[in-house]
């Protein structure tokens, strides 16, 4: 079992930045993808971006590429998501996930944390 834990979530004006965290522990594998994804009230889950936990590629939605930056410290075993330029439009649930398989669908990660708000008001 992976448990994790987001947190930095918060309310910001639009034009401005977040990081959020992921805290992971248990069976934690360096063979994990890690995700971002993100549901706004009334529409569907949204994949914000992923990394492989022993590094490589990043992969980001194209509504958040060039804005939102994905990394890792494999030393405290916590993933971020930085958040720049934020929109109203960013506002959502973001929760963090882990699986083997990784990439922009949600039922290829197995393990998901309880989710962070973030509010972006114009």
């Known amino acids: 079992q992976v448990q994790l834990v987001e947190s930095g979530g918060g309310l910001v004006q639009a034009g401005g930045s977040l990081r959020l965290s992921c805290a992971a522990s248990?069976?934690?594998?360096?063979?994990?993808?890690m995700g971002w994804f993100r549901q706004a009230p009334g529409k569907e889950r949204e994949f914000v971006g992923c990394?492989?936990?022993?590094?490589?590629?990043?992969y980001y939605a194209e509504s958040v590429k060039g804005r939102f930056i994905i990394s890792r410290d494999n030393a405290k075993n916590t993933l971020y998501l930085q958040m720049d330029s934020l929109k109203p439009e960013d506002t959502a649930v973001y929760y963090c996930?882990?699986?083997?398989?990784?990439?922009?669908?949600?039922?290829?990660?197995?393990?998901w944390g309880p989710g962070t708000q973030v509010t972006v008001s114009s």
């Open positions: 990394i492989r936990w022993s590094g490589g590629s990043t």
């Open positions: 996930a882990a699986g083997w398989l990784g990439g922009g669908n949600g039922g290829s990660y197995d393990y």
């Open positions: 248990g069976r934690t594998s360096s063979r994990y993808y």
